[in-house]
């Protein structure tokens, strides 16, 4: 029998750690342990769902522990890429959270550091590798249900909850930008699903328009891309209504030569009850879809990786290109601002 996966935490800053560590274990990976500065506003949430897991006193025990394979990020933004370029230094493979890095210099580093190791270096990017609906659209696009992949349109609103925001939440330091952070989502959904190697921004803007007392933070975005394999246009906010009884009426719309696809990731505001509605038009078909129970493939993919040093869960060429588009929209972005 092959011996699970071990991985460690390192920042539980934002809550998207609370998925990235419970679908590894339901991948079958063994979390041993985490660290943090603190005590962010998350810990009492963190700590109810992984009560048996044991907090390190410090970060760099779970970096010296040799048995260790894989150390999670999900601490303030910019203070990613260093912890992701000390774990790989010291042997790990890392998982961070979105954004993976937040400047030019980080990104060169987390290259570099790669290329000098050997590690692997993944983001989970959670509206695609924690959302059902979009491992259903997968296999219908592998299957030609839609034809070849024209274009992308992703839409990310989400909902401020101002009261919950720890004060790094409107730092554009230490979150940023909401096209580098999280445009991310849907840079990597237009380069997977229209399958380009290559890509430019074409057009970004942000701005704040609805929070003038909190400069630091952007709160709408958009972005146009053009890629060798298809189109996309971007757009995230955080204007979430309260009426909405989720956190974000995220979208995802396939456009194909032969028929399209829309995933209602979270919420379907039509009346359908639950989450991961997938609409399916093509020249046959053209149904509403209950994706909940198509998986999440990501994590045992990677579990795969870590044992065999394979690339099936992402490429790390998949993971820096999302990285380096999202800093050129957020730099596009700001130089019109």
């Known amino acids: 029998m092959t011996d699970p ?7 539980i800053d934002h809550r998207h750690v609370y998925g990235m560590a419970a679908n590894l274990g339901a991948a079958g990976a063994q979390f041993v342990g985490w660290a943090t500065e603190g005590t962010p506003n998350t810990l009492d949430g963190f700590v109810a769902r992984f009560p048996d897991v044991p907090r390190a006193a410090r970060a760099e025990d779970l970096l010296d522990d040799p048995t260790t394979d894989l150390i999670l990020l999900s601490g303030i933004p910019r203070d990613r890429a260093g912890w992701a370029v000390r774990a790989m230094q010291s042997g ?51 299957a030609g249900e839609i034809g070849r992949v024209v274009q992308t349109v992703g839409l990310g609103p989400h909902r401020l909850n101002r009261p919950s925001r720890p004060g790094w939440f409107f730092d554009r330091g230490a979150y940023g930008g909401v096209l580098t952070d999280i445009g991310s989502h849907q840079i990597d959904q237009f380069l997977h699903f229209t399958g380009s190697t290559e890509a430019r921004v074409t057009h970004a803007s942000v701005g704040n328009y609805a929070n003038p007392d909190d400069p630091g933070l952007q709160d709408f975005g958009e972005m146009v891309l053009q890629g060798n394999g298809g189109h996309g246009y971007i757009r995230v906010d955080w204007y979430t209504p309260d009426a909405l009884p989720n956190w974000g009426d995220g ?23 639950g989450t991961d509605h997938l609409v399916l038009v093509n020249g046959a078909r053209c149904e509403n879809i209950d994706a909940s129970g198509a998986g999440l493939p990501y994590f ?38």
Not at 5 to 11: N, P, Q, W
């Open 251 to 273: 979208r995802l719309t396939i456009l194909g030569t032969d028929g399209y696809i829309e995933l209602r990731k979270y919420v379907d505001v039509g009346g359908r009850d």
């Open 92 to 142: 790990k493979d890392v998982m961070s959270d979105k954004p993976g890095c937040t400047s030019r210099d980080q990104l060169e580093a987390l290259r570099a550091t790669v290329a000098e190791t050997g590690r692997i270096w993944s983001v989970d990017f959670s509206e695609r590798f924690e959302v059902p609906a979009v491992t259903l659209a997968e296999e219908l696009v592998a």
């Open 5 to 11: 996966v071990r991985f460690a935490a390192i920042g």
């Open 300 to 337: 045992t993919r990677i579990c795969a990786d870590i044992r065999n040093r394979t690339e099936t869960a992402m490429t790390q060429d998949h993971a820096f290109r999302v990285c380096a588009l999202a800093l050129d929209a957020q730099d596009m972005a700001e130089a019109r601002a």
